[in-house]
């Protein structure tokens, strides 16, 4: 079992940056795939981001791809999410995920509570 917990979201303008970080627990997150999503009110979850077991891979949404990266430091159990130039429409509760680098969040096995980011305009 892996509980998965976000940090690192809060109010930014538009333009500025945010690091999200997702710790695991319960087991090492090591070899194991995992994901970005975010929700915004009123819409569905979406995919932001995913890196393969060991890094080797990212997969990007068309929306963030050249602003957001992802990145794991296994020793620290932990998966980032860098944003830069943020937009108001980047705003929304981010969860984190693993067991998968798809796409649909039904392939993720744990799921974090999520993290608000909010981006003034």
């Known amino acids: 079992q892996v509980q998965l917990v976000e940090s690192g979201g809060g109010l930014v303008q538009t333009g500025g940056s945010l690091r999200l970080s997702c710790a695991a627990s319960?087991?090492?997150?090591?070899?194991?795939?995992s994901g970005w999503f975010r929700q915004a009110p009123g819409k569905e979850r979406e995919f932001v981001a995913a890196?393969?077991?060991?890094?080797?891979?990212?997969y990007y949404a068309d929306s963030v791809k050249g602003r957001f990266t992802i990145s794991r430091e296994d020793a620290k159990n932990t998966v980032y999410l860098q944003m830069n130039s943020l937009k108001p429409e980047d705003a929304a509760l981010y969860y984190c995920?693993?067991?998968?680098?798809?796409?649909?969040?039904?392939?993720?096995?744990?799921w974090g509570q999520g993290t608000q980011v909010t981006v003034s305009s």
């Open positions: 319960g087991r090492s997150f090591s070899y194991i795939a």
């Open positions: 890196i393969n077991w060991n890094g080797a891979k990212t």
């Open positions: 995920a693993a067991g998968s680098t798809g796409t649909d969040p039904r392939d993720y096995n744990y």
